[in-house]
């Protein structure tokens, strides 16, 4: 059973940077695209970017030029680095892979568990 285990949430001032990283715990075999999504009280979940297998990313308008998409491929690892932190980018972030755990099964995506991102003003 494969899960995905992210890390790197907590409390920072505004203007301040955290790091996400999100691995799975379990085998995957094949790994699609690998994705960034955030969900504040009150709010709908919304994603906040995205990578593909090739390398390419994606970001809400939001978070252009403050966070950074990026991946491991040899560690089967996803990062989300986030600069110059706002109040309203306090959420609960989440990963999400879009892949497959063998070569006989479909793509499928899978969820972590959610990492509290809370920043200060």
Do not use: H
């Amino acid at each position: 059973q494969v899960q995905l285990v992210e890390s790197g949430g907590g409390l920072v001032q505004a203007g301040g940077s955290l790091r996400l990283s999100c691995a799975a715990s379990g085998s995957i075999f094949s790994i699609a695209a690998m994705a960034w999504y955030r969900q504040a009280p009150g709010k709908q979940r919304e994603l906040v970017a995205t990578i593909t297998s090739s390398g390419s990313t994606y970001y809400v308008d939001s978070v252009k030029g403050r966070f950074t998409i990026s991946r491991d491929n040899a560690k089967d690892t996803v990062y989300l680095q986030m600069n110059s932190l706002k109040p309203e980018d306090t959420a609960v972030y989440y990963c999400n892979w879009n892949a497959r755990s063998s070569r006989w099964s479909s793509f499928r995506d899978y969820w972590g568990q959610g990492t509290q991102v809370t920043v200060s003003s």
